[in-house]
């Protein structure tokens, strides 16, 4: 069974929100049941809420936040550390002072309200949670247990499937196009052949080949969007592509006032993937860096490994004009461009081949003082080790 890009996109979103809503209702209902167990094997409101207490501590997986009475912090499992990045240490036994304003707000709530459940979407330094507030005995001996749980996974699941469907409605459209038009090359070609033939011009013949040849490249980048060939993966040197790539840019128009540097750290340098494809990808970001210092300037490439060993890291560099605050989450869209002749197509075509090879791409860039690609890719750690091609 297939569905159109949207109504998959909706299916997929549904089912996201759905598991997120199971999950909740799951933790809510087994912290009923403790609290109902409890409140059966004891009459005592202040023992019921150490009880509680114990057991919230030892089998709950989300993060779990307890206050007493006092609106002290009594419990702060190593979930509430990770994801509100405070210590134990510093938060338990004192003050819900210490904790950030709209967990403070919700406890106190829970506090005055009398309510056995608070729920609320809270967020802070760019974290987004789901947060309930539990409220066991009487006062002033009320107990207030808080279950957190990180919904920023899903939000950036929900863009990521947005962004997909994009990619996919321009993947159809392009896939056609670039069909028809390669269709229409056919009789392009065989009329550009029999005219060169006839006129053995020199400067024609130049002319007619370059243009196809750029109307072929257009149409590759178009075909390979819409609906890209798998790799074929090998044991890569990673330094010879990159040098090789190098030494092509550098023979460019643009690059006549560009300064090359190079970094090559990583030793092993080998990893799995389609030369070709990696080839390309990198290469699209090395013009990327050169058309961005149209007045000259430095494109530095570096590669270290990373501390698990793993993989490896390779650093693309520019001292360009950079990337404005406003352009950079849209930088890997397909067909998005600031430039006056751009196709959009090279990012998106770079970052699918990336992750293709199971690998990653970030960008760092601040304001006017140029930009750096961070990619990551997995070593061949089954590969036997060979000599490394001169670089």
Known sequence: MSFDPPISLEISLWLARAETTIAATDER???VCLMDNERAA???????????????????????????????VTTFNIYAEKLIHLSASKVINQSIDRLPEPLRALINKAFSSGNAEE?????????????????????PARTIAVVLNDIGPVRALEKSMRQLDRLASVGALSASMAHEVKNAMVAVRTFAD??????????????????????????????????PAKPTFAPVHLHALLEQALQLVQHTNGAKDVRFGREFNARPDLVPGDEYQLHQAFLNLFFNAIEAMPLGGELRVKTALLE????????????????????????????????????????PIT?????????????????????????????????????????
């Open 29 to 31: 209902f087994s912290v």
């Open 42 to 72: 004891t009459s005592n409101d202040q023992d019921y809420g150490l009880r509680f207490t114990d057991a919230l501590r030892e089998s709950l997986h989300p993060a779990v936040i307890v206050v007493n009475g006092d609106r002290a």
């Open 119 to 139: 729920r609320e979407e809270i967020s802070w330094n760019g974290i987004s949670l789901i947060a309930t507030a539990f409220a066991s005995g009487k006062a």
């Open 194 to 227: 029999a005219l060169v033939s006839e006129n053995k011009s020199a400067d024609l013949a130049d002319i007619v080949s370059r243009e196809i040849q750029r109307i072929d490249g257009i149409l590759g980048q178009i075909l390979r969007v819409a609906g």
């Open 308 to 347: 698990n060993s793993r993989s490896i890291l390779v650093s693309v560099s520019d001292t360009g004009t950079g990337i404005a605050p406003e352009d950079l989450p849209r930088l890997f869209d397909a067909f998005f461009t600031t430039k006056s002749q751009g196709t959009g197509l090279g990012l």
């Open 351 to 391: 970052r699918r081949i990336i992750e293709e090879h199971r690998g990653t791409i970030t960008l760092e860039s601040e304001g006017m003082k140029g930009a750096t690609f961070n990619v990551t890719l997995p070593l061949d750690t089954a590969a036997k080790t060979s000599p490394a091609p001169n670089t």
